[in-house]
């Protein structure tokens, strides 16, 4: 069952045109990843499924009720996070929470003063005297400590430091083993990595690919590093085997992996000595949708 | 030393006049023109010295001494009558242009974090603010020079140079006055807010305090900056000694404002924060709540100012009985007119002015909800179960609460120091009638403020410009004798003027259903658009 729908979504501001034919959806107890780099849209979207921004076409759903028209009932059920957290500099931390918290119609004491200590923070204090990732954790424990079904977190760990990053991603496991959904998007890839079920990777508007982390590794290659008994040889014959180097500890290279069977078939006749591979993390799959253009131009030229 | 703490001080001075050119020069084409177009018009609706020292009488009494200031009325040349009518209310306007001029660049700058990033470049410690010095204190010679040479190439002949240039040497000697002011406010107050408060607050308790002593006591008027404005005795005796004091005061204050700024940590002020509550207040926990708690201190301020301004004018009434007492063809003059009394008959004219004041801060208010916007603040409440209907609404709630404790505030005001200071004391309901009478016009002028906010929210601020010509042609109305329709393009001309005019239920009627229905219009755009910062 989705729990956020997105279709063929469109957003221009003036004549420019922010999201273009976006498709998406969450499903419940999933954590969804959403990413892509800096002016690629992921605000813009998440606005729009907020009701913060009209959608210029398209239909975006959320719990299957219109995202603008069915705003306040959408919202008692959803918690957010924004990127940059604006607060207002003479109330005090603690004071906010209990606002965020009162406004979507909840009410969880035990739960606020629990994330309070667990993420380190001084209620007392003026949000004048907060730096950014305070003003973070300040939405983070509104967010968290209200009992919502679907979180949407806009870049949240963006100003936190490693250990409060590590309360973070406890607090999206504990919402995701309670059966909640969550749409992440994020920077921080070795995060969406550890957390995410599914990720969209956005750029310029569009959504260019989206499905499991494990759909998108086979779209792409796995990095080998081999030592054998004699020299391999006519490796590079191959047509899904790239980068290929010669280090200290043997040969590394990396090989799509659709052609993984065959390669390694052929390298088992040299006599192996070592054999790692490693998946290929997201960086790589970013990296090769991010530079975009160039990078394609780039391999059909070679 | 000096190198280390002033470093570049010239380049930021630069860099900030490019940053508030437009600004600037909107201000001083403004200011320049809203004062030479004066003059021509006297001179055309006044032709002669007969009718001049006509008009005289109708100024030689304490309700217009009060709100002009002393003038030279014996020689009411078209040059003293300018000065009269209007250098007083220009230099009201000019101490609001320093404030808000000199916070941009001092305590918001430093607010926003933007300073921090000046000073990590290899710029002093005191550069920026003193950049900031120079740019304002230029902005001022500059209006002092404009409106001084401006005058007199009008090429009238009360209007002579050396009149003309002491015009304009105090209008610009006032703005840095209150340049000086708002940099030493800056330093003391941790919020740009607190820094507009403060330094507003000055300049109403100089208003005040000259109002008050010039009827009174006029040698006490120099005590207050504005009370020089009139002392000048412009185009009629010249003095330049209240320039001089304007410049002596102005350099002082400046000096205490690199002082306190060099003893204090970026981001400080001098007036310590205490821990704050852990817990939020039943009340805060809604958006009414909210809006009201961010709002508090300037709705404080506002209402303890307006009941001040209202007590001001009526502590007059004293010296208007004596006045018209010891006078018999005032007596003869105004009696005549429908068998009011004295003081009922100058209520509507000090009313109108206190309405369109009292008329600022429920604009304030409502203007608000788009200031938390463009801080993109409103998010935070309206991804939360909150729909947009009841977020304005409790601005405008707010608002309309404002209004009532404002004009009811005033009122109250002047007739408690009126009535304690009148021989037979003076009848409340009377007084309130006369003020609350303007509730509809104000209910209008918030309505205009959300129409702006639900389909052209990049341009809240026209209703300021609305309020502006509101307060021009009501205010000087009588003098230039404008076509009625002039004055009722504005909701405040469909006032009936209680007590001396009856109280006439259509006009009232008619405002209210108008101002209902821009109000309905406003929500529908407010709930149909963008959030947008
Ligand atoms: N209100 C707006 N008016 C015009 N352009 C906008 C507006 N909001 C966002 N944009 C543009 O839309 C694009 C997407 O922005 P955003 O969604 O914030 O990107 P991100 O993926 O970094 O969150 C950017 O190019 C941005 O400049
Ligand atoms: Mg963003």
């Known amino acids: 069952m989705s729990v956020l729908e997105v279709k063929h979504l469109t957003k221009t501001f003036g004549k420019f045109n922010a999201l273009y034919d976006v498709n998406f959806d969450v499903k419940k107890g999933e954590v969804f990843g959403f990413i892509g780099p800096n002016g690629a849209g992921k605000s813009t979207t998440i606005r729009v499924l907020l009701g913060i921004l009209k959608a210029t076409e398209g239909q975006v759903k959320v719990f299957g009720k219109d995202a603008w028209d069915e705003a306040v009932d959408i919202h008692k059920h959803l918690a957010y996070v924004p990127g940059d957290v604006n607060l207002w500099p003479n109330l005090t931390g603690g004071e906010v929470i209990d606002l965020f918290v009162k406004l979507r119609g909840g009410n969880n004491n ?64 504990d919402v995701k083993s309670q059966g909640k959904s969550v749409l992440l998007s ?55 085997v790239h980068d290929i180097e010669e280090t200290e500890n043997g040969l590394t290279f ?42 394609q131009g780039v391999t059909t030229n070679g | 030393m000096a190198d280390q703490v002033l470093a570049n001080t010239g380049r930021l001075a630069r860099f900030i006049f490019r940053l508030d050119r437009i600004r600037i020069a909107l201000w001083l084409i403004g200011l320049v023109i809203f004062t030479i177009i004066i003059p021509p018009a006297f001179d055309n609706l006044y032709k002669t010295q007969a ?5 005289t009488e109708t100024m030689a009494n304490p309700a217009m001494t009060a709100m002009f200031g002393p003038g030279d009325l014996n020689h009411y040349t078209t040059g003293a009558m300018t000065a009269h009518q209007m250098v007083l209310m220009t230099a009201v306007i000019v101490g609001i242009m320093a404030i808000l001029l000199m916070a941009r660049h001092t305590r918001a700058d430093e607010e926003d974090g933007r300073i921090e990033m000046i000073r990590a470049l290899p710029s002093g410690r005191l550069s920026y603010l003193n950049a900031s010095l120079v740019v304002t204190s230029a902005t001022f010679i500059g209006l002092a020079l404009f409106t001084g040479f401006g005058l007199y190439a009008l090429g009238i002949e009360s209007l002579d140079l050396e009149g003309s240039l002491l015009y304009g040497a105090t209008l610009g000697g006032t703005g840095l006055v209150f340049a000086g002011v708002t940099a030493v406010f800056a330093q003391l107050s941790e919020s740009s807010r607190g820094t507009i408060g403060w330094s507003t607050a000055v300049l109403l308790i100089a208003y005040l ?62 007036i310590a924060s205490k821990p704050g509550k852990k817990y939020a207040s039943r009340f805060l926990q809604s958006p009414f709540g909210l809006a009201f708690r961010l709002q508090r201190t300037g709705f404080i301020s506002w209402a303890i100012g307006l009941f001040v301004l209202g007590a001001s004018y009526g502590s007059i009434f004293g010296d208007f009985e004596t006045f018209f007492g010891d006078n018999e063809m005032y007596e003869q003059m105004l009696v005549q007119a429908e068998g009011a009394s004295l003081v009922e008959q100058f209520i509507p004219t000090l009313m109108i002015v206190i309405a369109l004041i009292a008329t600022i801060p429920p604009v304030i208010a409502m203007n608000k909800l788009r200031g938390e916007e463009k801080k993109e603040r409103l998010e935070h409440i309206l991804t939360r179960a909150v729909s947009r209907t009841k977020l304005m609404g409790s601005y405008f709630v707010l608002a309309v609460i404002n209004a009532f404790v404002m004009i009811s505030l005033s009122a109250l005001g002047l007739w408690s120091a009126g009535t304690s200071v009148m021989e037979e004391g003076l009848e409340f309901g009377m ?68 007590p001396i005019e009856d109280a006439a239920f259509m006009p009232l009627f008619v405002l209210s259903i108008i101002a209902v229905g821009i109000i309905i219009l406003g929500f529908i755009g407010f709930n149909k658009r963008d959030l947008q910062n």
């Open chain 2, 51 to 55: 009718e001049r020292d006509a008009i």
């Open chain 2, 431 to 498: 007084i309130y009638s006369a003020a609350i009478v303007y509730f509809p016009a104000m209910v209008a002028m918030i309505g205009i403020a959300i129409l702006l906010n639900g389909f052209l929210p990049r341009m809240t601020h026209l209703v300021w410009l609305y309020f502006i010509y509101s307060f021009f042609v009501l205010y000087l109305g009588n003098m230039f004798q404008f076509p009625d329709w002039v004055g009722q393009l504005s909701p405040f001309g469909h006032i009936p003027q209680l």
């Open chain 1, 254 to 295: 990396q090989v799509d992996t659709e052609e993984l069977d065959n390669v390694i078939k052929h390298v088992s006749q040299f006599g192996i000595l070592k054999l790692e591979s490693a998946p290929p993390t997201l960086e790589d799959l970013f990296m090769r949708h991010y530079e975009g253009n160039e990078k």
């Open chain 1, 110 to 173: 035990h739960k606020r003063e629990e994330l309070i200590k667990k993420f380190d923070l001084d209620p007392t204090k003026k949000c004048r005297t907060y730096s950014k990732g305070n003003r973070q954790k300040v939405a983070l424990v509104a967010a968290f400590s209200s009992d919502a079904d679907l979180y949407v977190l806009d870049e949240p760990t963006s100003g936190l430091d490693p250990l409060m990053e590590r309360v973070f991603q406890e607090c999206v496991m």
């Open chain 2, 209 to 270: 305090l000259r109002a008050i002593t010039d009827v009174s006591n006029e040698s006490l008027s120099w005590l207050s900056p504005l009370g020089w404005v009139s002392k000048a005795e412009i185009y009629s005796s010249n003095q330049w000694l209240p320039v001089l004091l304007m410049l002596a005061v102005s350099i002082i204050l400046m000096v205490v404002s690199n002082y306190l700024n060099s003893i204090r940590d970026l981001g400080q002020g001098f």
């Open chain 1, 186 to 240: 994020s920077h921080i890839l070795s995060e969406v990595e550890k957390l995410c079920d599914r990720v969209g990777i956005i750029r310029q508007g569009q959504i260019i690919e989206s499905g499991s982390l494990n759909e998108m590794r086979h779209l792409t290659r796995t990095h080998i590093l081999v030592d054998t008994k004699q020299s391999i040889t006519a490796l590079e014959e191959f047509n899904g």
